[in-house]
């Protein structure tokens, strides 16, 4: 036995690969069946065989964003064609939908920094009589919890004294690391015109999050010209930071889907065989106590292998609302993902998007308390929510 085999064997029995050994499985040719294994060994020992899901409300606050990354179809700028902002109106409609339906989490999502690059976003908070983008996001956090349901903020970057006012009225937040490599960011390169998808800002964002005590989600993007490494040396660093803090409750894996209009509408999508393998390599990866996704509307055809590389989640559901960063892939039906998670030998279950080792005065801000207490109650006892009912598309 190598003793790179020796150290994916003590990884499938709960011993994370070192750093020196997940490099050099980066770059070794491990048959894909004896990855997903020892993965799937870490996963039944962390998690069991339940796989959750948190039923949510997609809320875009905006789609006005001063990054162009060169796959993203969601950012806009004022004046393009399917720009918007919502209204506070259209917040307190979509929440009252979204309380009739059962859901728990509301996921306030929006691009980054629009204020830094838009005037007329500006004025635009003005009338609504809020002062900033962290003044909107707040009052439209209070009125979700007015329904007794959850915020989760994903604004992009965010400072600490931004993120230390959500934390008061937000459950948790999250930004996608996506890459740490800053050859991405290069000419030529998906992040080249996007100035928030630096490395360094991102991780420090994380790491200021860590410091605040936030429960956090992060995660990587596969298939924008990064290579094996890259990945690993991001999941890597996603575990430093966790390992300071303690506060990443979950890392999705999301796979990049192509879509016309857009400068990468032609580069090739991760296949199958791609995707299962960062899944892999995430979850013996990350410790044990760090909860691992992936977008079961990216992956349709694909739960049963997602399942048997070590996956236990399957991120925010929403027949509420769309999935406006990837319009063209529907979130699947409750009961038929349920009934998929059955056929491998899972149980599927809600739960609130904080992660119940994080309710405590520690990483919740004590208000929050009763409202997270009461989502998850409803849940446990509802074992399986009711399927939501469908919404229209896009804000108007």
């Known amino acids: 036995m190598s003793a ?26 491990v048959p894909a069946a004896t990855l997903c294994a020892a993965a799937a060994s870490v996963r039944d020992r962390a998690f069991g065989r339940v796989v959750t899901f948190s039923p949510k409300a997609f809320l875009p606050l905006t789609n006005l964003c001063r990054n162009r990354c060169d796959y993203c179809s969601f950012r806009r700028s004022p004046g393009d064609d399917g720009e918007w902002t919502m209204r506070p109106d259209q917040v307190e409609a979509w929440l009252e939908r979204a309380r009739a ?14 204020e830094a690059a838009f005037s007329a976003y500006r004025r635009t908070l003005a009338g609504f009589g809020r002062t900033s983008t962290v003044d909107y996001l707040r009052w439209s956090a209070e009125r979700a919890l007015d329904r007794g349901i959850l915020p989760h903020t ?40 996007a100035p928030d998808k630096r490395p360094d800002r991102r991780l420090c964002m994380i790491d200021e999050a860590g410091r605040l005590r936030i429960p956090f989600t992060t995660g990587i993007l596969l298939g924008i010209g990064e290579t094996r490494r890259e990945r690993v040396d991001s999941l890597l660093a996603i575990r430093r930071l966790h390992r300071a803090h303690g506060h990443i409750q979950e890392v999705i894996v999301q796979n990049f889907r192509a879509v016309a209009g857009v400068p990468m509408e032609g580069a090739p999508e991760p296949d199958e065989a791609v995707v299962t393998d960062a899944v892999a390599l995430a979850r013996l990866i990350l410790d044990g106590d ?42 699947p039906h409750l009961e038929r993902l349920a009934e998929a998670c059955e056929r491998h030998g899972f149980v599927s279950r809600p739960r609130a998007p904080i992660y119940d080792r994080f309710v405590r005065d520690e990483w919740l801000d004590p208000k929050l308390a009763a409202a997270t207490r009461a989502v998850q109650a409803r849940f446990r006892s509802a074992r399986r929510p009711a399927e939501l009912a469908p919404m229209p598309g896009v804000p108007s």
């Open 4 to 29: 790179l085999d020796a150290a994916i064997e003590r990884a499938a029995g709960g011993t994370p690969l070192s750093d020196a050994n997940a490099l050099a499985l980066a770059a070794a040719a």
């Open 101 to 114: 339906q059962g859901c728990g989490e509301a996921l306030f999502c929006l691009g980054d920094t629009p």
């Open 154 to 193: 994903n604004a992009g970057i965010l400072d600490a004294g931004d993120m230390a006012i959500l934390r008061e009225v937000n459950v948790s937040l999250g930004l996608m690391l996506e890459n740490v490599s800053p050859r991405l960011c290069e000419p030529g390169m998906p992040h080249h015109r």
């Open 290 to 331: 760090v909860s691992l996704q992936a977008p079961p509307n990216l992956n349709p055809s694909s739960i049963g292998a997602l399942l048997e590389a070590g996956v236990n989640d399957f991120g925010g559901i929403s027949a509420v609302t769309p999935d406006y960063i990837n319009p063209r892939h529907p979130w």
